[in-house]
């Protein structure tokens, strides 16, 4: 036998680790739910493995056969330790896996937990990042953990005490699995630590929290869970906390679903599925590693896990179980995919949680913003992907803010609703951030004449709202591109004519500033948009906008350069005095410098950024100077 090899934590574990030890986390019970989960993962994944390696056409049967997780405990020398036979782990599996954390968002649940003050740490942030095997550092001093992977003849021994660094040698075990033994803390009832080596305190536990699971939780003979599939029990049998359970089960979550949906699928095939809405978006939602798709069985017998064809990408966040009574079970991903029932599953789950969305839409108001708000930005990246009835049904769900009230976001059924007569698209913005979008000058225009206007801050919302969707028969039309005027027809002809008249008087001086920015600007026109601002910057109808150009530069696909159109307000004092200043000396040196001025405040209210800094600050020192 080997001596035990030392090893340091990742810095990140050492962390987490220190949080678990001195955890005041309140409900230290889940320590053992973490614990059965992890072993009914590791019996999923040897049942998948045996399934998969043998042709046998009765392998499936005895792919399940002997898996199971035990519970031993010894009251006196206060251990429990919790055994499954499942797939086990290699030598560098246990480092890789216990040894450091590869979930994205840890870096930043850390940096939260360390800014809030000590006694305020755990609860929330715990639960809501799920941090699953370590949780046992709650209720232990000490963790062994002996494991051996199937198929292979050697063990591993794996032993920490929670402090920065734990020990690994080569070790003995009969048959593949995962043994971890924990050495209690003492019991310390007021603080929520219960004497866990009880084994009537187990009993409650392991009923409460993992009676689903699909494998015997057994104490010597005596089997403590019931195995019921949850999902295939009538609705009216399943108690709320179940399903909630079995949501955390599953998802790896410790946060309740926002909602829990049962579906039964009868006709042309049976299925049984029980989806759930998470309540908070994952850390990693927009992580490509964030753990996806629903768990796929075959009348009970576990499949497949992250089955990916099962819901669309823009669903992904939903978590669950489907059973397929008449799939294969000897079904393979690249079967799945050309697969008609999945495809006749997938559309009844997808409409079921449309229908599900909608209705928390229609009678949970707050639960719904504060759903779209976490979730939102990954629905509509359906109004991309998807079409026909789904992209509709999808349009249905969004929620923006809006002109009509800054405090309450609107569908668009509300915002058609109130539209004006006569009033023919949906206007929409979008910016950088939601105080920007509020703050647009292009705006102005539709407030003064009492047309609301949607507003959208999401990166995604660029890309969807560009493609001018139709609601209703409405088009979605951004206010900030082309020659967008508020209103209907005969008020656009009234504005055109307007401008016309403006023009003709202030033709030359829009010539002679835009002389002054001509690399800069594709135009310099009169606006009938704006109302109180000087000027503002609009995307020629079909360019890109500027934003959309600062889109496209971050994901790393420099767009061709596009330049502005640069709108101007011909009723503003200053372009009143510019108009007198160009008919006293067209050629007054001053008339460039307020060139480059207006255009750098339109750049700032558009973007928030100059794109050429010191060309602004040489024109405003150069007014500065003039004007002392
Ligand atoms: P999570 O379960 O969320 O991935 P954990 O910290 O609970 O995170 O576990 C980390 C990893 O360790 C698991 O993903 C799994 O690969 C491995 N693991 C934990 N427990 C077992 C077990 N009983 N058998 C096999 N592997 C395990």
């Known amino acids: 036998m080997s001596t035990p090899e030392r090893h340091e934590f990742q810095a990140e574990v050492k962390q987490l680790l220190d949080l678990m030890v001195h955890s005041l986390y309140s409900n230290k019970d889940v320590f053992l739910r973490e614990l059965i989960s992890n072993a009914s993962d590791a019996l999923d994944k040897l049942r998948f493995e045996r399934l998969t390696t043998s042709s046998d056409a009765a392998a499936s049967e005895h792919a399940a056969a002997d898996l199971q997780i035990e519970l031993a405990s010894d009251a006196t020398a206060r251990t429990l330790s919790i055994s499954d036979n499942g797939i086990g782990m290699t030598r560098d599996e246990v480092i890789r896996n216990i040894g450091t954390i590869a979930k994205s968002g840890t870096r930043e649940f850390l940096a939260a937990a360390k800014a809030t003050p000590r006694d305020g740490i755990p609860h929330d942030l715990i639960g809501q990042f799920g941090v699953g095997f370590y949780a046992a550092f ?27 660094a734990y020990t690994i040698e080569d070790a003995d075990r009969p048959q593949a699995g995962t043994t971890i033994t924990l050495h209690l803390k003492p019991a310390d009832e007021e603080h929520g630590l219960r004497d866990y080596a009880n084994e009537r305190i187990q009993d409650e536990v392991v009923k409460r929290y993992s009676d689903f699971v699909a494998y015997p939780i057994k104490r010597g003979d005596t089997t403590l869970n019931s195995m019921k599939a949850i999902w295939d029990r009538p ?3 399943v108690t709320e906390v179940e399903y909630r359970e079995f949501y955390k089960h599953i998802a790896h979550d410790w946060t309740d679903p926002a909602r829990t949906i049962p579906i039964k699928i009868e006709g042309t095939l049976e299925a049984y599925a029980l989806l759930y809405l998470p309540a ?29 064809e099962l819901l669309p990408t823009y669903l992904r966040f939903v978590k669950g179980v489907v059973d397929a009574h008449d799939l294969s079970l ?18 009844q789950l997808v409409k079921k949680v449309f229908a599900t969305l909608e209705e928390m839409k229609r009678d949970a108001r707050e639960d719904y913003l504060g759903f779209w708000a976490g979730f939102g930005p990954v629905l509509k990246e359906g109004l991309i992907a998807s079409e026909g009835i789904d992209h509709d049904k999808l349009l249905d769900l969004v929620v923006a803010t809006t002109t009509h009230d800054a405090a309450a976001p609107t569908t668009l059924a509300e915002y058609v609703g109130r539209m004006k007569d006569g009033q023919d698209a949906i206007y929409v913005l979008t910016g950088t951030s939601a105080d920007a979008v509020a703050r647009s000058p292009l705006l102005e225009g539709f407030r003064a004449k009492g047309y609301e206007v949607l507003l959208f801050a999401d990166p995604i919302d660029e890309l969807w709202l560009e493609r001018e969707p139709k609601f209703g028969g409405k088009p979605l039309i951004s206010i900030g591109r082309g020659d967008v005027v508020p209103g209907s027809e005969e008020e656009r002809k009234a504005a055109a004519t307007a401008v016309e008249e403006q023009r003709r008087e202030l033709g030359d001086l829009l010539v002679c500033l835009r002389a002054a920015i001509q690399d800069e600007v594709k135009e310099v026109r009169l606006s009938s948009r704006l109302t109180t601002s000087a000027a503002c910057l609009v995307a020629d109808e079909h360019d890109l906008t500027p934003r959309m150009q600062k889109l496209l530069a971050q994901l790393g696909q420099a767009p061709p350069p596009v330049r502005p159109v640069l709108e101007l307000n011909a009723s503003h004092p200053v372009m009143i005095k510019l108009k007198a200043a160009f008919a006293a000396d067209s050629t007054d040196p001053r008339l460039a410098a307020y060139a480059r001025l207006l255009l750098g405040q339109a750049y700032l209210a558009d973007t928030g950024q100059l794109p050429d800094p010191t060309a602004f600050g040489k024109a405003l020192d150069d007014l500065m100077l003039r004007a002392i």
């Open 138 to 164: 709650m209720v232990a001093e000490r963790i062994v953990l002996v494991t051996r992977r199937s198929g292979e003849s050697h063990a591993t021994r794996w032993e920490s005490i929670g402090d920065g």
């Open 235 to 237: 609705k009216a049998e």
């Open 280 to 308: 908070k978006p994952p850390v990693d939602l927009f992580s490509p590693e964030m753990k996806r798709g629903v768990q796929l069985y075959v009348k009970r017998v576990f499949v497949m896990d992250e089955c990916k």
């Open 330 to 347: 000897n079904v393979s991903r690249e079967i799945l995919q050309k697969d008609r029932q999945i495809a006749i599953i997938r559309k």
